[in-house]
Structures are given as structure tokens and as C-alpha cells.
């Protein structure tokens, strides 16, 4: 592979097919998917043609009927004067067709699913479009589903899911400026943004972050996430993605810019604010009521999933006094006898969950019933049982699993930070807990996403920004867009 | 500089670690305490302490929550408190007690360092409720029986709780009654718990109030007294309250319950002469009549009112004078609304007010309201 | 490097945290008793003239920090002596208050705990969060500050019940002398303390009205107190209050609503500790931007993380017991007064002569 670029460069096409055809086989040595099809004119054999392809990039029937069948059946094609021409403007049926004499352009073609055809007597050659491979159906997303609104889903296609936003945003102010990622892989990605929305500071943030970008292959969005992101080493992502194109135009909409991969079902949306995390995309096809409530769960879900270990034990075990007595005479009698410090059975309960939730997710479903049983009889159950852990820290254990799964896109977050408040709440009780609580707020408020402070409306407390954060505010009532991120702050159109 | 940080960190992670929990406690290993009774031993030189810890080991075969006593002695409270370690082998827990008994002599003796203890140790709270003894030892009414909760201090504090409904005994907390010591003008006061029979066995029951001295305890004011007690601080949430209708049938009863009351004193200073004006506004609700004359309608109700409004003049003028005769001892906290109303007057006889408080002229005047009559609107008729 | 930014909301907040700061936590308006709200109320009434020295400063040299504003007025060498002075008072200021903050925990909750721990824990994330800037302190007390206050609030109702107004009275009844030496202590902790925001003022935006943040603070910081401190006499009684070293928590200490809704005091002391963060902070990110001044640092931030440490050490050897601590209240008002007041007023008297002079000067040759 690494052979294609490099001596490419010093190969110049001459008059003669046989050459041509030489060249380009030699650049592809020892590459068997390249087909090379020589053919010339019934009548006039003299008119000698050969394309390239590669095998398995290219539909068949576009190169039988609409390059193949016309030249060779043409009665009154003559190899003479500029036939190249002829050929390029009058037979040859194709919606895109270019003609060079260079080439890397010629090798670049190829690969990407395009014909290349050479003619006798000519130091140029066409490029003919043939891409027809076979791709996935448009599908709903697994890991997205609603129940409301569109049920349509990326695929693995570029062209189609730059299709299915330009489908539902059809104004003229929306680009799509291609590039090119992966110094291997050649990656065709994808920048859009509405222009007159879109704040271009962002948008020139963006345009020098992917220069920088050098890896040798983007198959993943996540590739180039975690190259660009503004805090490396932080566990909070500043780009955010999906899977939805009805996400990314709502995106776009709001002044974001999208940023869609070939290869990859996965679209990634920048500036990406914390309270993003906890916005789903049904929010906005419900009811707003039941959507803010939605919100704030899934916002008490994320405090309860991350603090309520810490929090109880540092109320056990250095707070009594703060315990209502009944309760703290419950828990003191479900302690008797268990032989562990509430800290250890804490991080064992907590790390067995995980390695369940972990053996959960990527084994076949029919295996899952089985694990779950396993999971909640045996170790739950028994473990009390026999007294090795206490009943309070399994329900303690089982309230931050379910919790911790109702934003899933947290929940690295949320186990990173749920360990460290653990362990200074076993240090300090709740001013422990405290500090570490701080410690995270501060890192919070100093992370950037491209020049956007993440908690953006997360400490403001006008009306109008807090429209759409902790909830969801009716959608006439939205007027204008987050500010920061967009050029053209008004929503609604003005009387 | 990379190197530097991984070592600053790992060297933070181990001072973290091996330093150790200092605080860090399992409840397990506590052993939580509901309630203390402080005795003297008979030489006065030593303090008797009966703790009473909940027994969690028991809980988990009968699953009922049960009591054990532990006893210790020691020099000062604190010492005797740390001498229970002894027994107990766990710490004890002082945060959840809800109760503190105290003998009657140590309540004339050492009441001050009971309470300097309490608001001192950050464990015990400044919540707690102290009770005196009527009986010759606080410590057994730890040991008798239980009527709700199998924990005799948490029943203490339930009856305190309930006490509400009743005010026959003052509800003062800690805090409240430290108050009280310290301030100028007011006595201190406590509930009072005894000991009574019920169903042939003996249990403690609260019976008034223990009236303080400055930090001396001097005696007790019956539950009857100890109402109207509450009537002058205004501390009354609730209670029954009965009289006598006519003078020549005093088995004609009527029993009002008590649902609101406002008390107002005012002090009035004329011709050099101090005399307290005490007014109380009662919101009452006929609730027993064992007579078939008719209250209910006007005419009888104002008889009712006017009757009513008497007898509890005259009982809370009666209570007043047995504790200026008795006690001599301010606990109506008059000195302290002198000295809040007209603090240059106070300041003149401050010094002697527990004389000027013997002979204090008050005036009590009575109004009460008849909210309603419960659930009946006429009095049973006797059929012939 | 970028120049920090922070909204005036931001910096009104900033100073009533400051404000509410330590004084929540040792209270230090317990010699006026029943009187403590007249003298909480003089007090703001003194501040104002001292609160207009600081905005006048501000105003006069906008864009310039207390350190650039000595340096041009006094030049070079008095200059670097009263930066020096100032930045001394931060730095012990920051130590005084993260002792009493390490006091309190060890008290109150943990007796065997080292309080050196507490405080190792405290420095760390003061170094964390003046790297991160002071845009993010910002961010961060805005966040922080509405929760406190709703904390706050709603204690201060829930304990209402527990009040009792005769505790309020008599009026003035030990006369002026006591009101007046509680009202000094408050004006020189916490209201004159807020001289150190003239360290960081130049953060503001350029049309900022500085008196009109620093009066609005006060205010708003002074009624918080006055209302805080009224309800502990209303709720706790005069001599509880003298008897105990935490008042503030004390009287939360008491609160029970029915019986689910008591021993909530953990909250108040988490309120304690997050205000007094934030007002070590400001005390060390004043001594620092004034040390880096002096040792021509380019970024106070490089200087930030050793005098955090030199603080923790100061503030172990500066009280051998908590007894101290109120012993040292005595003092301080006249150790405090130096900074707050007198070298304030100096520095404005030569500031405006110059500036005077100046303006003539400019005028003349035309």
C-alpha cells in the first residue's frame, strides 16, 4: 500500500496505451483486486481502449452500459482526431466524467471506486464514476432509539448521510466543505455548518485543529475526537457525536458544526457543552413538561450515580450523628458480623457491578438472562445472606448501577469520579467528599470546548439561558440560540 | 518534569493511604447509647453512671431492638463515662441519646457540669432532654418497664413528644435550659419523671416539673401546677383543662380541650410599685360534659365562658403564689421581661429581685374562646 | 497570556462569599450580645467611606490592580515596601482563615484528625484553582454561591420557629462601649478585609463601575450577616451564643421539624468550608499576584504553589489552641486597621494629588 503515492509522482502518461497500461499496473503491483479490461470498437478496431477498476469498489452495470456497450457497439466511432473528447462529451453515459493526465489523480480515482479509461494515442485518460458498493441499509440506531420522530439512521456512506442532512435543512446557506484525513487512509470527511449561523471563530478553530491532524488512518470518529480535543487527558469529552441525522441538523440549527466521516455511522458535533450530556433527542419531539422532568432525572441521576457511595460512607463511618436514629439503628444491625470495613465492601460491590455491566454488554443476549440471574441471585442475595456484605450497601451498590445507566455517554465519568469521592470520603467523611466534589467543579469550569466554556449556562441563571439546560423549555418560547456558539443569536423569526 | 509529577503523585497517593483514617469509625464498633442516668454514691464523692446502650446483637436473632444497662463510677462525669469502656469494650455513642436522668441530689449538686458536659463534647447534642428523678435513684427508671418502644429513653422522649397534647410537664432542651441558668431574671426548669404502676408492674411516667434555683435544684411543682406553669411561659400547645360549673354541684364536671393559647406579660411600674399583667387568650373545644344542662346554646356558653375564665385566673394565680411562697424562685422568667421591657428600672433591683419576686403583685386575666363543641350539638338528653 | 475577564456579577458575588466567608464560621459579634445587630448595622455604615476609598482607587487607575496603582504613585522603592506590607497582610490573612476553618473541622466533627491534613487537602485545591485562573474562581463561585445562599435561607427559616424575641431585649443595655468595639471588629473582619479585591479588580471589564459593585456587595453581604446573626440571639439566646465558639452552627444545630428533619449541621459546616475556600483563595491569589510583583514574576501563577505551602505553615504555627484564636480577635482590628485603612488613605491622598497635578500640567502648555 504504502508503494501507491510515493513513485506514482514520477510517472507521466505517454501516447501509447501500452504503456499507459503498464504504468498503472506497476503502480499497483501485486495488487489483485485491480481489473484491467482492455476493449476496442467493433467496427473500428483501431480505436483501442482499456479501463481500470478495482474489483468490488464499482457497479458492474454502469461499466458494461455506460462505457463498455457505447464505445464498442458505436458504428460510426473513428479513431481519429480528438476522440478523446468525442468520447468524454458523446458516448459515454455517466452523470460524472473528468478528464487529466495526472497521475495521482488517476491512482486516487481508482481507489475510490471510479473507472479510469485510457485510448490509444492519447497522454490523458478519463475518470468516469462507477462507485457502487454494496453499503448497509439506512436503519434506526441501536444505541439511539425514540419513539417519536425520525427513525432514520447514518450509515457507513458519506454521500448518504451528507443526503439524508441536506434533506432535512434545504437552504443554500448549508455547506459541506470536504477534506481529506488519515495520511493512509485518505479518508474523505465532511465539515457542515449554516452559514449565517454558524460563528466562525468556531468554525477556523476547527479548520487548524484538523490540520494538525497527522495519524496515519481515521476509522472512527473517535480517532479524530481524541486529537482534537481541548483537554487531552481529561475524561470529559468536548466533541460530541451521534448517530442521528436529525441530531446533527438540529445541531446545525443551534450554530454547531458537524463533522461526518466516511466509514463511520457516527457524526461528531462541535462546541459539545456539558449539559449536552443529559439532553436526549426526544426531548424535543415530547411534550415539554415530561421532557424537562426527563432532564432533571437524568441530571439527579448523574449527582446520585456519582455521590451516593461516598456519601453514605462517609455518613457510616464518620457521621453518625447525622443518621436519624431508627435508621442508624437498621444499619448498625445489618453490620453485625460482617467482617469487612464498609469502604472495602463498598469498592468490591462497585467493582463486581461493573465487571457485570461490562460482561453484559458484549455477550449475545441469551447468555444476558443467565448473567443477570447470576448476578442478582447469587451475589446479591447470597452475599447478604451469608453475611459477607451488608444489605444497605447492596441496595446503596444497586441504586448507583441503575442510575449510572440513565445517561450512558457518562459513565466512564461517572465511575472515575464516583472512585476518587469514594476515596476521600473514606479520608475526610463529607468534607472529603466535599473536596472532591470542588476539585471536579473546578475541573469542569476550566475545560474549553473550542473556545466555548463547557459548563456555558451551567452557572448563569437569566431565564432565558436556562430555556434549554436543566430543562426543556416549550419551543416558542426558545427565542434565541446558546449564545457563544452561534453568529445569529435569533431563533424565531421576527414580525 | 513529567517524571517529577508521577512522583509528586504517587508519593501524595501513599501519604494518602498510609496515613490512615483517623476518624473513621464502623457504626458497628460503636456502641450507641439512648440514655444516661447520673446517681451520687452515698459519700457524694462519686458519680454513678447507668448508661443504657441498645443491643444490636440481639436484634439480628429476634429482630426486635432491645436495651442492656452498663454501670460505671468515676470522679467526674466525663471520667465515669470513660470508665464504661471497661465493660462495654466498644466506644460509646453519644450522639443518639435522647435522654439524661439526673437524682435528685445531683440535680441540687452538679447540675452545672452536667450541662457544661453536654455543650462541650461534640458528640452529645445540645438537644437532649434532661429529666429529674423523683424516686430516690435516676437509675431505675432505666430499668422499668417499657410500654412502646423497648428502649426507655427513646419512651422518654416520646412522652416528652406526646406531652403536647397534655402540658403537664415542661418540654426544655439543653440549650433552652442553659439558657435560663445564665440569663438574669429566670430559673431554670426540667421535667420530672416518677414512677407509677401500671397493669401491676412498675413504670416511669412524667409527673411536673423540678424547679431550679439558679443552678440549685429546690423541689417539685405537681403536674396540675405544672400546667399552668406552661399557661404563664406560654409554652401550652394543647392539653385538657376541667372545671367545676356550679358551686353547689361540684360533681358537675365539664372538660374543655385546650387548642391555642397566647400568653402576654407586661410589666407595669406605678407609684414605685412593680405588678406583673398577665393575659392569656384561649382557643377551647367542649369535649366531655357529664351533666345534661346545656352549655352549648348561648346562654350557656357565655355562663361557661365566664365560669371558665375565672377558675383559670384563679389557678394560675394559685400556681404563681405557691412557687413565690415555696421556691421563691423566678421560673416564670418575670426579672427577665422587667429587664426586656424597662431596663433601667431593672437595673435598680437586680441585685434583690429574688426578694422583690416573693411579694410580686400579678394580675391574671383570662379569655377564652369556644371553638367548638366536637361532634355534638346538645347535650345528652336522660329520658325519663 | 490572555488577560482574564470577570463579569461584574461575578466580582459582586466574589465579595459577598468573601464576605460571609470565616465570619460565618467564629462569628465575632458576640461581646454586643442582644445588641449585635446595631452593631453589624454601624459597621456596614462605617465601611461605606472605606469602601469608596477602594472604588475611588479603582476608579482612578482603571485597568490597574492595587500592586500597578503603589508602584506608579509611590515608584520604585516605597513602592516595593508597601507592596511588600499588602501582600504579607494577604498571605497572613489567607493562613488566619484557613485556620479557622481547620479549627472548626477538628472540633466539631474530627477531634483525631490532623488538622494538618485537612489543610493539606484545602491547599491542594487552592493550587488547582488558581491555576485554572481566576475566570474559573468565577465561574465557580457563581455556581457555588446561589446553593450557599439557598442554604442559608432556608435554615434561617426553618429555625425561626425556634425564636424567641425577648432574647433581643433589652436594647443598648450595657451601652454604646460594647456595640462600638464589636462594630470596629466587623468593619476591619469581614468588611475592610475586601481591600483585597483591589488586587484583582483589574479583571473587570473596562466600563465598570467599581462603586457600584463594592456598594451593592456590601449591602447585600451586611444584610446577610445582620440577618444571620439575629437569628442566632433569636434562636439560641445571648448566652449561648457567648458560651459557644460556632454560633452559626449552633444554632442549626437545634433545628428539628418534626423528627425527620434534624441534624442537618453537616450542611452548614460544608457551607463554612467552601466559603472560607474561597476567601483563602482570594488571599492567596492577592499575595501572589503582589509577590510576583515584587520578584518580577511574569505569572503569579508560578509563585502560586510554594506560598501555598508557606501559608499551610503559617497557619500551623500561628495559634497553639482554638482559646487563641478569640484572643487574637482582640487584636486584630488594630493590626488589620493598617492595611485596611490607613495605608488606603495614604496611598489615595498621594494618588489623587498626582493625578491633580498631572492633569494641570497637561493643561498648561496648551
Known amino acids: 500500500m504504502i508503494t501507491i503515492m510515493t513513485p506514482a509522482r514520477n510517472y507521466t502518461l505517454s501516447t501509447s496505451l501500452q504503456k499507459n497500461v503498464e504504468i498503472i499496473k506497476e503502480i499497483f503491483l501485486n495488487d489483485d483486486t485491480l481489473i484491467h479490461r482492455p476493449f476496442e470498437n467493433q467496427r473500428n478496431p483501431d480505436l483501442k481502449c482499456c479501463i481500470f477498476y478495482i474489483d468490488g469498489m464499482i457497479d458492474a452495470n454502469i461499466i458494461n452500459k455506460n462505457i463498455i456497450v457505447p464505445i464498442t457497439r458505436n458504428p460510426v466511432l473513428k479513431a481519429e482526431g480528438n476522440i478523446i473528447n468525442h468520447l468524454q462529451y458523446q458516448i459515454i453515459t455517466s452523470n460524472e466524467i473528468q478528464k487529466t493526465n495526472d497521475t495521482n489523480q488517476l491512482v486516487t480515482a481508482i481507489i475510490s471506486g471510479d473507472t479510469v479509461l485510457f485510448v490509444e494515442g492519447f497522454p490523458e485518460a478519463l475518470i468516469i464514476n462507477t462507485k457502487g458498493w454494496k453499503t448497509r441499509s439506512i436503519t434506526e440506531p441501536v444505541s439511539e432509539r425514540v419513539l417519536r420522530g425520525s427513525r432514520e439512521g447514518f450509515t457507513e456512506s458519506i454521500i448518504m448521510n451528507l443526503s439524508m442532512i441536506r434533506r432535512k435543512i434545504q437552504t443554500p446557506d448549508l455547506k459541506f466543505e470536504f477534506l481529506v484525513l488519515g495520511n493512509q487512509t485518505q479518508t474523505k470527511a465532511c465539515i457542515c455548518y449554516i452559514d449565517g449561523i454558524v460563528n466562525k471563530k468556531i468554525l477556523t478553530e476547527l479548520y487548524q485543529r484538523l490540520e494538525n491532524f497527522n495519524l496515519d488512518g481515521a476509522l472512527g470518529i473517535n480517532y479524530i475526537q481524541e486529537c482534537i480535543k481541548d483537554h487531552p487527558l481529561s475524561p470529559f469529552k468536548t466533541t460530541g457525536n451521534t448517530e442521528r441525522p436529525d441530531i446533527v441538523a438540529a445541531k446545525l440549527l443551534e450554530g454547531r458544526i458537524a463533522l461526518i466521516l466516511d466509514g463511520t455511522p457516527v457524526a461528531m458535533t462541535v462546541p459539545y457543552l456539558f449539559l449536552e450530556y443529559f439532553q436526549s433527542n426526544e426531548d424535543y419531539y415530547l411534550n415539554f413538561y415530561f421532557a424537562s422532568i426527563g432532564r432533571l432525572l437524568r441530571i439527579l441521576g448523574f449527582i446520585i450515580t456519582t455521590s451516593v457511595p461516598a456519601i453514605y ?88 448501577g441503575i442510575t449510572g445507566l440513565m445517561v450512558p455517554s457518562l459513565s466512564g465519568v461517572a465511575i472515575l469520579s464516583r472512585a476518587s469521592l469514594l476515596l476521600l470520603s473514606a479520608l475526610l467523611g463529607l468534607y472529603g467528599y466535599t473536596f472532591g466534589v470542588t476539585a471536579w467543579l473546578i475541573h469542569l469550569f476550566r475545560i474549553h470546548s473550542f473556545g466555548v466554556p463547557f459548563t456555558l449556562d451551567l452557572t448563569s441563571f437569566h431565564l432565558q439561558d436556562l430555556k434549554d439546560t436543566a430543562i426543556r423549555a416549550p419551543w416558542w418560547y426558545m427565542k434565541y440560540r446558546p449564545k457563544q456558539i452561534t453568529f445569529n443569536r435569533r431563533r424565531i423569526k421576527s414580525d | 518534569m513529567k517524571k517529577n509529577a508521577l512522583l509528586f503523585s504517587i508519593m501524595l497517593i501513599t501519604m494518602l493511604l498510609l496515613s490512615g483514617c483517623w476518624n473513621y469509625r464502623e457504626i458497628d464498633k460503636l456502641a450507641i447509647v439512648s440514655g444516661l442516668a447520673i446517681d451520687k454514691n452515698a459519700q457524694g464523692d462519686q458519680f454513678l453512671l447507668t448508661a443504657e446502650i441498645i443491643d444490636l ?42 435522654a439524661i436522668v439526673v437524682s435528685k441530689d445531683v440535680a441540687t449538686q452538679d447540675i452545672v457540669s452536667i450541662v457544661d458536659w453536654i455543650s462541650r463534647d461534640h458528640e452529645a447534642r445540645i438537644t437532649l432532654n434532661l429529666f429529674v428523678s423523683k424516686e430516690q435513684t435516676a437509675s431505675e427508671l432505666l430499668f422499668q418497664q417499657s410500654v412502646t418502644t423497648d428502649i426507655r429513653s427513646f419512651e422518654m422522649e416520646d412522652m416528652l413528644m406526646g406531652n403536647r397534647s397534655l402540658s403537664k410537664a415542661p418540654n426544655v432542651k439543653v440549650y433552652e435550659f442553659m439558657n435560663d441558668l445564665s440569663e438574669e431574671g429566670i430559673s431554670g426548669i426540667l421535667p420530672a419523671l416518677g414512677i407509677t404502676m401500671n397493669m401491676d408492674e412498675k413504670t416511669a411516667e412524667l409527673s411536673g416539673t423540678a424547679v431550679f434555683k439558679k443552678e440549685k435544684f429546690i423541689g417539685f411543682l405537681d403536674e396540675e401546677d405544672s400546667k399552668f406553669l406552661l399557661f404563664v411561659k406560654d409554652k401550652i400547645k394543647g392539653g385538657v383543662y376541667t372545671i367545676k360549673v356550679e358551686e353547689e354541684s361540684p360533681n358537675e364536671i365539664i372538660t374543655l380541650e385546650i387548642f391555642k393559647n397566647k400568653t402576654k406579660i407586661t410589666p407595669v411600674y406605678n407609684n414605685d410599685i412593680l405588678s406583673i399583667m398577665i393575659s392569656t387568650t384561649t382557643e377551647v373545644a367542649i369535649e366531655e360534659q357529664n351533666t345534661t344542662n346545656n352549655y352549648i346554646d348561648e346562654e350557656g356558653r357565655k355562663k361557661l365562658i365566664s365560669i371558665a375564665e375565672k377558675t383559670l385566673e384563679q389557678d394560675v394565680e394559685n400556681t404563681i403564689k405557691k412557687v413565690q411562697q415555696d421556691f421563691g424562685s423566678d421560673i416564670f422568667g418575670f426579672g427577665r421581661i422587667v429587664k426586656a421591657e424597662m431596663p433601667s428600672l431593672w437595673k435598680t433591683m437586680d441585685k434583690k429581685w429574688d426578694t422583690i419576686f416573693k411579694d410580686l403583685e400579678v394580675h391574671v386575666n383570662s379569655e377564652i374562646k369556644i371553638k367548638n363543641s366536637s361532634l355534638t350539638s346538645a347535650p345528652l338528653k336522660v329520658g325519663d | 497570556m490572555k488577560k482574564e475577564i470577570i463579569s461584574s456579577k461575578q466580582a459582586v458575588m466574589m465579595i459577598l462569599m468573601f464576605m460571609i466567608g470565616s465570619t460565618l464560621v467564629i462569628g465575632g459579634s458576640s461581646t454586643a450580645k442582644q445588641d449585635a445587630g446595631i452593631a453589624i448595622f454601624l459597621s456596614i455604615c462605617m465601611a461605606f467611606p472605606i469602601f469608596f476609598i477602594y472604588a475611588r482607587l479603582l476608579q482612578l487607575f482603571p485597568n490597574k490592580n492595587l500592586f500597578d496603582i503603589i508602584e506608579q504613585v509611590f515608584g520604585k522603592f516605597i513602592g516595593k515596601i508597601m507592596i511588600v506590607l499588602f501582600s504579607w497582610y494577604f498571605f ?74 425577648t432574647n433581643l431585649k433589652p436594647m443598648l443595655y450595657n451601652g454604646w462601649q460594647p456595640i462600638l468595639k464589636t462594630s470596629f471588629l466587623l468593619l476591619t473582619f469581614p468588611f475592610a478585609e475586601t481591600i483585597i479585591f483591589t488586587t484583582i479588580f483589574d479583571s473587570l471589564p473596562a466600563k465598570t463601575n467599581p462603586y457600584k459593585i463594592y456598594f451593592l456587595s456590601l449591602l447585600m453581604g451586611g444584610f446577610l450577616l445582620l440577618v444571620i446573626a439575629l437569628r442566632n440571639i433569636l434562636v439560641l439566646g445571648t448566652s449561648n451564643i457567648f458560651n459557644h465558639y460556632f454560633p452559626t452552627y449552633s444554632a442549626v444545630l437545634v433545628i428539628s421539624i418534626g423528627k425527620f428533619l434534624e441534624r442537618i449541621e453537616i450542611i452548614v459546616s460544608i457551607v463554612f468550608i467552601l466559603s472560607s475556600f474561597v476567601k483563602t483563595n482570594l488571599c492567596l491569589l492577592g499575595a501572589s499576584i503582589g509577590f510576583s510583583k515584587i520578584f518580577h514574576f511574569d505569572d503569579y501563577r508560578q509563585i502560586t504553589a510554594p506560598l501555598c505551602f508557606l501559608m499551610l505553615m503559617l497557619s500551623f504555627i500561628l495559634y497553639h489552641s482554638v482559646m487563641e484564636i478569640f484572643e487574637w480577635l482582640e487584636i486584630y482590628p488594630y493590626y488589620a486597621i493598617f492595611f485596611q485603612v490607613i495605608l488606603p488613605v495614604l496611598l489615595l491622598i498621594v494618588a489623587e494629588i498626582k493625578t491633580r497635578l498631572s492633569m494641570t500640567k497637561k493643561g498648561s502648555p496648551s
Open chain 1, 313 to 400: 460512607l462517609a455518613l457510616v463511618t464518620f457521621h453518625q450523628e447525622l443518621i436519624p436514629t431508627p435508621l442508624i439503628l437498621s444499619i448498625s444491625a445489618a453490620r453485625q458480623d460482617v467482617p469487612f470495613p464498609s469502604i472495602l465492601e463498598l469498592i468490591i460491590l462497585l467493582t463486581t457491578f461493573e465487571i457485570l455491566r461490562e460482561a453484559g454488554t458484549r455477550i449475545p443476549t441469551y447468555i444476558g438472562q443467565a448473567l443477570s440471574i447470576v448476578g442478582a441471585l447469587v451475589l446479591g442475595q447470597a452475599a447478604v445472606q451469608a453475611r459477607f456484605v451488608s444489605a444497605p450497601i447492596v441496595i446503596v451498590v444497586a441504586l448507583t
Open chain 2, 57 to 98: 446483637k440481639e436484634t439480628m436473632t429476634q429482630s426486635k431492638i432491645a436495651s442492656r444497662k452498663i454501670e460505671a463510677k468515676g470522679e467526674s462525669i466525663f471520667d465515669a463515662m470513660r470508665n464504661m469502656i471497661k465493660i462495654s469494650a466498644k466506644k460509646l455513642y453519644w450522639s443518639h441519646a435522647k
Open chain 3, 92 to 165: 497572613h490573612l489567607g493562613a488566619l482563615v484557613l485556620r479557622n476553618i481547620t479549627e472548626f473541622v477538628q472540633i466539631v466533627s474530627f477531634p483525631e484528625t490532623p488538622q494538618f491534613f485537612v489543610a493539606f487537602c484545602i491547599g491542594i485545591l487552592l493550587i488547582y484553582m488558581i491555576y485554572s485562573g481566576l475566570e474559573v474562581l468565577g465561574r465557580f463561585i457563581e455556581f457555588i454561591l446561589p446553593i450557599i445562599l439557598v442554604v442559608i435561607i432556608s435554615t434561617i427559616a426553618i429555625s425561626l420557629g425556634k425564636s424567641n424575641v
